[in-house]
T-cell receptor
Framework: GAVVSQHPSRVICKSGTSVKIECRSL??????MFWYRQFPKQSLMLMAT?????????EQGVEKDKFLINHASLTLSTLTVTSAHPEDSSFYIC??????????????FGPGTRLTVT | AQTVTQSQPEMSVQEAETVTLSCTYD???????LFWYKQPPSRQMILVIR??????QNATENRFSVNFQKAAKSFSLKISDSQLGDAAMYFC????????????FGTGTSLTVIP
């Protein structure tokens, strides 16, 4: 199957600073990537859908000015948490869609990034 | 609206035994996919099995099989000959098929395997 990587795997930042998380599709071109957030012992909640070359689509209740998403290339999407606060501490997971003709709209998940804001 | 319900927050099974995890979903669509994902302590989401809604035959992958009841909107996962490595969080998920849209996840079932 296709591989999706995330960097960093863990990050600790101070309150008020910004942190960038990268999501890369390593062996396929992903026109669409998705960003999820997972709190401890809870399910994955979709934050936004990232389309290459266009603005991201955010789910209701997700602050677009706080969670900046950029999908500048077919293999890279970034999530920047701006002015981070302790309540932003969470596990962030991306997934990338492998479209036809190579794929069948399968989605592959990255290993996740644990963000801790102190 | 699409919703996925997993009514068993926790399950346990004796090693080598069989366990069934339940999942129900609600949708008005006719063309969709259903998935079971495993999330071990590493937090990496691992696809266990996938079922296309238009297929009547239940999907199987080695020790993993599903019981897909489309009319009842039920999609249970059976794990046979349970192994210690099966211990994880299991998420049932739904996705519309043709456009590769977002996943809708259930709340998960934590599976413990007892040696």
């Amino acid at each position: 199957g296709a591989v999706v990587s995330q960097h960093p795997s863990r990050v600790i930042c101070k309150s008020g600073t910004s942190v960038k998380i990268e999501c890369r599709s390593l062996d396929f071109q992903a026109t669409t990537m998705f960003w999820y957030r997972q709190f401890p012992k809870q399910s994955l909640m979709l934050m936004a859908t990232s389309n290459e070359g266009s603005k991201a689509t955010y789910e209701q209740g997700v602050e677009k000015d706080k969670f900046l998403i950029n999908h500048a290339s077919l293999t890279l999407s970034t999530l920047t948490v701006t002015s981070a606060h302790p309540e932003d501490s969470s596990f962030y997971i991306c997934s990338a869609r492998d479209p036809p003709p190579r794929g069948g709209y399968e989605q592959y998940f990255g290993p996740g990034t644990r963000l801790t804001v102190t | 609206a699409q919703t996925v319900t997993q009514s068993q927050p926790e399950m346990s099974v004796q090693e080598a035994e069989t366990v069934t995890l339940s999942c129900t979903y609600d949708t008005s669509e006719s063309d969709y996919y259903l998935f079971w994902y495993k999330q071990p302590p590493s937090r990496q989401m691992i696809l266990v099995i996938r079922q296309e809604a238009y297929k009547q035959q239940n999907a199987t992958e080695n020790r993993f099989s599903v019981n897909f009841q489309k009319a009842a909107k039920s999609f249970s996962l059976k794990i046979s000959d349970s192994q210690l490595g099966d211990a994880a969080m299991y998420f049932c998920a739904y996705r519309l098929s043709n456009t590769g849209n977002q996943f809708y996840f259930g709340t998960g079932t934590s599976l413990t395997v007892i040696p």
